[in-house]
T-cell receptor
Framework: EAGVTQSPTHLIKTRGQQVTLRCSPI?????VYWYQQALGLGLQFLLW???????NRGNFPPRFSGRQFPNYSSELNVNALELEDSALYLC?????????????FGEGSWLTVV | QKEVEQNSGPLSVPEGAIASLNCTYS??????FFWYRQYSGKSPELIMS????GDKEDGRFTAQLNKASQYVSLLIRDSQPSDSATYLC???????????FGTGTRLKVLA
């Protein structure tokens, strides 16, 4: 069974540009989570999607946005990139909203903003 | 603000010893707790989850939960150099479906 897949794995962007990161959850999983992990720092919660809806959002500016498609895959968009957006962006999925479900991570997308 | 606290380490243990990793959380209503391992430059991988007070064993790993003390720990028996990684404690916050991560404890197992 395929795990959570993310693309691209690495990318370099210039300050001010826009980027779209993609995530496919484990088959059967309906919830998708996005986290940011800057170098040497902990995981910061960005967004949670379930059944196509944004359910929760972390303390990030509006230029961080995303969506979930009918097939439960998801995109994370970051507009007006800043140098401090350089980080590992992790997508995770879980079965559904039920309490206690484990989340499983993809390999992440490394974003460098220059 | 619901928080999860971990000692950043590094925690150094000799090969074959027991490594003990600790985590405290602030949200008394939390019901779900997880330990992840993250190798440098890689994504977190699940080690185990625990939901009830007491111990839960899986191979060389034992998770311990004490909800009254708001404390979760992970014991690694017979530590191996391949266990050297950062260990992340995660708590599912009550009233939401947000998973809150600690900043992780870096473990170094010395051969």
């Amino acid at each position: 069974e395929a795990g959570v897949t993310q693309s691209p794995t690495h990318l370099i962007k210039t300050r001010g540009q826009q980027v779209t990161l993609r995530c496919s959850p484990i088959s059967g999983h309906t919830s998708v989570y996005w986290y940011q992990q800057a170098l040497g720092l902990g995981l910061q919660f960005l967004l949670w999607y379930d059944e196509g809806e944004e359910r929760n959002r972390g303390n990030f500016p509006p230029r961080f946005s995303g969506r979930q498609f009918p097939n439960y895959s998801s995109e994370l968009n970051v507009n007006a990139l800043e140098l401090e957006d350089s980080a590992l962006y992790l997508c995770a999925s879980s079965l559904d909203q039920s309490s206690g479900n484990t989340i499983y991570f993809g390999e992440g997308s490394w974003l460098t903003v220059v | 603000q619901k928080e999860v606290e971990q000692n950043s380490g590094p925690l150094s243990v000799p090969e074959g010893a027991i490594a003990s990793l600790n985590c405290t959380y602030s949200d008394r209503g939390s019901q779900s707790f997880f330990w992840y391992r993250q190798y440098s430059g890689k994504s977190p991988e699940l080690i185990m989850s625990i939901y009830s007070n007491g111990d839960k064993e899986d191979g060389r790993f034992t998770a311990q939960l004490n909800k009254a003390s708001q404390y979760v720990s992970l014991l690694i028996r017979d530590s191996q150099p391949s266990d050297s990684a950062t260990y992340l404690c995660a708590v599912k916050a009550s009233g939401t479906y947000k998973y809150i991560f600690g900043t992780g404890t870096r473990l170094k197992v010395l051969a």
